[in-house]
Protein backbone atom coordinates (compact mmCIF):
# COMPACT_ATOMS: atom_id res chain seq x y z
CA UNK A 1 0.00 0.00 0.00
CA UNK A 2 1.12 3.58 -0.65
CA UNK A 3 2.08 5.51 2.63
CA UNK A 4 2.01 9.17 2.06
CA UNK A 5 3.90 11.39 4.99
CA UNK A 6 3.70 14.98 6.04
CA UNK A 7 6.14 15.17 8.38
CA UNK A 8 5.17 19.18 9.50
CA UNK A 9 2.16 18.89 11.40
CA UNK A 10 1.95 22.83 12.06
CA UNK A 11 3.44 26.07 10.16
CA UNK A 12 3.08 29.54 10.60
CA UNK A 13 3.77 32.02 8.15
CA UNK A 14 3.24 35.70 7.83
CA UNK A 15 0.83 37.46 5.32
CA UNK A 16 2.12 38.22 2.00
CA UNK A 17 5.36 35.63 2.92
CA UNK A 18 5.88 32.69 1.16
CA UNK A 19 5.63 29.24 2.91
CA UNK A 20 6.26 25.54 1.66
CA UNK A 21 4.52 22.71 3.24
CA UNK A 22 6.47 18.98 2.83
CA UNK A 23 5.01 16.18 1.35
CA UNK A 24 6.90 12.53 0.56
CA UNK A 25 5.37 9.24 -0.52
CA UNK A 26 5.96 5.58 -1.23
CA UNK A 27 5.00 3.54 -3.76
CA UNK A 28 6.36 1.45 -6.61
CA UNK A 29 4.23 2.67 -8.87
CA UNK A 30 5.32 4.32 -12.42
CA UNK A 31 1.55 6.27 -13.17
CA UNK A 32 -0.15 7.72 -10.54
CA UNK A 33 -1.84 11.27 -9.36
CA UNK A 34 -0.56 13.66 -6.65
CA UNK A 35 -2.94 16.12 -4.71
CA UNK A 36 -2.63 18.74 -2.35
CA UNK A 37 -6.19 19.47 -0.52
CA UNK A 38 -7.33 22.42 1.64
CA UNK A 39 -9.81 21.89 4.52
CA UNK A 40 -11.01 24.56 5.96
CA UNK A 41 -12.98 24.91 8.90
CA UNK A 42 -15.46 24.21 6.83
CA UNK A 43 -14.64 20.70 6.70
CA UNK A 44 -15.04 21.03 3.34
CA UNK A 45 -11.96 19.49 0.81
CA UNK A 46 -11.01 21.70 -1.72
CA UNK A 47 -8.82 20.62 -3.96
CA UNK A 48 -5.49 22.94 -4.62
CA UNK A 49 -3.79 21.36 -6.82
CA UNK A 50 -2.98 18.30 -8.78
CA UNK A 51 0.50 16.66 -10.72
CA UNK A 52 0.41 13.91 -12.68
CA UNK A 53 3.42 11.95 -12.14
CA UNK A 54 4.24 11.19 -15.95
CA UNK A 55 4.34 15.29 -16.41
CA UNK A 56 7.75 16.65 -15.40
CA UNK A 57 6.27 20.24 -15.32
CA UNK A 58 5.45 21.27 -12.04
CA UNK A 59 1.77 22.24 -11.79
CA UNK A 60 0.93 26.03 -11.04
CA UNK A 61 -2.28 27.29 -9.73
CA UNK A 62 -1.94 30.87 -9.20
CA UNK A 63 -0.20 31.44 -6.36
CA UNK A 64 0.05 27.99 -5.73
CA UNK A 65 2.64 25.76 -7.37
CA UNK A 66 4.48 22.26 -6.55
CA UNK A 67 8.26 20.98 -6.47
CA UNK A 68 7.55 17.51 -7.85
CA UNK A 69 10.58 15.21 -7.78
CA UNK A 70 9.87 11.81 -8.96
CA UNK A 71 13.00 9.97 -8.12
CA UNK A 72 13.02 11.72 -4.35
CA UNK A 73 9.04 10.97 -4.12
CA UNK A 74 8.55 14.11 -2.74
CA UNK A 75 5.83 16.72 -3.92
CA UNK A 76 5.94 19.71 -1.50
CA UNK A 77 3.78 22.83 -2.01
CA UNK A 78 4.57 26.23 -2.20
CA UNK A 79 2.29 29.38 -1.44
CA UNK A 80 3.20 32.58 -2.70
CA UNK A 81 1.73 35.85 -1.51
CA UNK A 82 0.14 34.02 1.70
CA UNK A 83 -3.77 35.54 2.66
CA UNK A 84 -4.88 35.22 5.60
CA UNK A 85 -7.78 33.15 3.95
CA UNK A 86 -5.36 30.34 3.09
CA UNK A 87 -5.47 29.39 6.96
CA UNK A 88 -6.69 25.45 7.13
CA UNK A 89 -5.10 22.11 6.90
CA UNK A 90 -3.52 21.07 4.16
CA UNK A 91 -3.58 17.15 2.97
CA UNK A 92 -1.04 15.56 0.41
CA UNK A 93 -2.52 12.70 -1.25
CA UNK A 94 -1.76 9.65 -3.71
CA UNK A 95 -3.62 8.00 -6.18
CA UNK A 96 -2.97 5.12 -8.17
CA UNK A 97 -3.36 4.77 -11.95
CA UNK A 98 -4.73 1.83 -11.38
CA UNK A 99 -6.69 2.45 -8.59
CA UNK A 100 -9.16 4.63 -7.34
CA UNK A 101 -8.87 5.46 -3.78
CA UNK A 102 -7.06 8.45 -2.39
CA UNK A 103 -4.48 8.12 0.50
CA UNK A 104 -4.31 10.65 2.53
CA UNK A 105 -1.13 12.11 4.70
CA UNK A 106 -1.94 13.68 8.25
CA UNK A 107 -1.85 16.82 7.40
CA UNK A 108 -0.34 19.54 8.00
CA UNK A 109 -2.08 22.87 9.80
CA UNK A 110 -1.41 26.34 8.05
CA UNK A 111 -1.74 29.64 10.27
CA UNK A 112 -1.47 32.93 8.59
CA UNK A 113 -0.64 36.04 10.65
CA UNK A 114 -1.00 39.64 9.71
CA UNK B 1 -27.11 19.64 -6.74
CA UNK B 2 -24.45 22.25 -7.31
CA UNK B 3 -22.01 20.11 -4.83
CA UNK B 4 -22.29 16.85 -2.93
CA UNK B 5 -24.39 17.55 0.36
CA UNK B 6 -24.25 15.34 3.73
CA UNK B 7 -26.84 15.22 6.24
CA UNK B 8 -26.70 15.73 9.51
CA UNK B 9 -23.59 18.05 9.83
CA UNK B 10 -23.51 17.40 13.50
CA UNK B 11 -24.46 13.79 15.37
CA UNK B 12 -24.60 13.29 18.98
CA UNK B 13 -25.38 9.96 19.91
CA UNK B 14 -24.95 7.62 22.92
CA UNK B 15 -23.07 4.40 22.99
CA UNK B 16 -24.88 1.39 21.64
CA UNK B 17 -27.30 3.16 19.33
CA UNK B 18 -27.04 3.06 15.81
CA UNK B 19 -26.90 5.65 13.26
CA UNK B 20 -27.46 6.63 9.67
CA UNK B 21 -25.18 9.23 7.31
CA UNK B 22 -26.46 10.64 4.40
CA UNK B 23 -24.78 11.83 1.13
CA UNK B 24 -26.65 13.03 -2.14
CA UNK B 25 -23.59 13.28 -4.40
CA UNK B 26 -23.26 15.44 -6.93
CA UNK B 27 -25.97 14.89 -9.94
CA UNK B 28 -24.42 12.51 -12.52
CA UNK B 29 -21.60 11.72 -11.13
CA UNK B 30 -21.06 7.61 -10.93
CA UNK B 31 -18.20 7.33 -8.65
CA UNK B 32 -19.01 7.57 -4.46
CA UNK B 33 -16.78 7.85 -1.45
CA UNK B 34 -16.86 7.44 1.90
CA UNK B 35 -13.77 8.40 4.02
CA UNK B 36 -13.52 9.02 7.94
CA UNK B 37 -11.75 11.77 9.69
CA UNK B 38 -10.41 11.35 13.27
CA UNK B 39 -8.88 13.97 15.32
CA UNK B 40 -5.44 14.87 14.22
CA UNK B 41 -5.52 12.09 11.52
CA UNK B 42 -5.74 11.98 7.69
CA UNK B 43 -8.94 10.70 5.87
CA UNK B 44 -8.79 6.97 6.01
CA UNK B 45 -10.36 5.30 3.13
CA UNK B 46 -13.94 3.43 3.91
CA UNK B 47 -16.33 2.35 1.18
CA UNK B 48 -16.00 3.02 -2.74
CA UNK B 49 -19.11 2.83 -4.83
CA UNK B 50 -19.02 2.63 -9.06
CA UNK B 51 -22.13 2.60 -10.98
CA UNK B 52 -24.08 -0.43 -10.36
CA UNK B 53 -20.83 -2.37 -9.60
CA UNK B 54 -20.59 -4.74 -6.74
CA UNK B 55 -18.70 -1.97 -3.58
CA UNK B 56 -15.34 -2.10 -2.34
CA UNK B 57 -15.88 -2.17 1.25
CA UNK B 58 -11.90 -2.98 1.65
CA UNK B 59 -11.85 -0.02 4.30
CA UNK B 60 -14.60 -1.01 6.57
CA UNK B 61 -13.36 -1.44 10.06
CA UNK B 62 -15.62 -3.56 11.57
CA UNK B 63 -19.05 -5.65 10.73
CA UNK B 64 -20.52 -2.84 12.72
CA UNK B 65 -20.35 -0.74 9.29
CA UNK B 66 -22.67 -0.77 6.49
CA UNK B 67 -23.02 1.35 3.61
CA UNK B 68 -25.63 1.18 0.54
CA UNK B 69 -26.37 3.39 -2.58
CA UNK B 70 -29.77 3.57 -3.54
CA UNK B 71 -30.40 4.32 -7.69
CA UNK B 72 -26.67 4.58 -8.07
CA UNK B 73 -27.12 8.16 -6.62
CA UNK B 74 -27.48 8.84 -2.50
CA UNK B 75 -25.75 6.56 -0.07
CA UNK B 76 -26.00 5.95 3.34
CA UNK B 77 -23.65 4.88 6.06
CA UNK B 78 -25.02 2.95 8.76
CA UNK B 79 -23.10 2.35 12.08
CA UNK B 80 -24.71 0.02 14.52
CA UNK B 81 -23.78 -0.62 18.23
CA UNK B 82 -21.66 2.60 17.78
CA UNK B 83 -18.85 3.11 19.87
CA UNK B 84 -16.73 5.57 21.70
CA UNK B 85 -13.63 5.37 18.53
CA UNK B 86 -16.34 6.07 16.04
CA UNK B 87 -16.40 9.43 17.02
CA UNK B 88 -14.96 11.24 14.02
CA UNK B 89 -15.70 13.44 10.79
CA UNK B 90 -17.16 11.04 8.02
CA UNK B 91 -16.74 12.84 4.73
CA UNK B 92 -18.36 11.51 1.66
CA UNK B 93 -17.05 12.59 -2.24
CA UNK B 94 -18.10 11.89 -5.95
CA UNK B 95 -16.22 11.76 -9.02
CA UNK B 96 -17.46 12.15 -12.94
CA UNK B 97 -16.60 7.99 -13.10
CA UNK B 98 -13.66 5.84 -11.77
CA UNK B 99 -11.06 7.30 -14.25
CA UNK B 100 -11.77 10.95 -12.80
CA UNK B 101 -9.25 11.44 -10.12
CA UNK B 102 -10.88 14.66 -9.25
CA UNK B 103 -12.87 14.34 -6.37
CA UNK B 104 -15.66 16.83 -4.59
CA UNK B 105 -15.59 16.45 -0.72
CA UNK B 106 -18.85 17.59 0.76
CA UNK B 107 -18.91 19.28 4.27
CA UNK B 108 -19.01 15.85 6.05
CA UNK B 109 -20.72 14.56 9.51
CA UNK B 110 -19.39 15.28 12.74
CA UNK B 111 -20.21 11.97 15.06
CA UNK B 112 -20.15 11.98 18.85
CA UNK B 113 -20.55 8.80 20.53
CA UNK B 114 -21.16 9.53 24.20
Known amino acids: AQTVTQSQPEMSVQEAETVTLSCTYDTSENNYYLFWYKQPPSRQMILVIR??????QNATENRFSVNFQKAAKSFSLKISDSQLGDTAMYFC???????????FGKGTSLLVTP | GAGVSQSPSNKVTEKGKDVELRCDPISGHTALYWYRQSLGQGLEFLIY????????KSGLPSDRFSAERTGGSVSTLTIQRTQQEDSAVYLCASSLDRFNEKLFFGSGTQLSVL
Open chain 1, 51 to 56: QEAYKQ
Open chain 1, 93 to 103: AFMSDSGYALN
Open chain 2, 49 to 56: FQGNSAPD
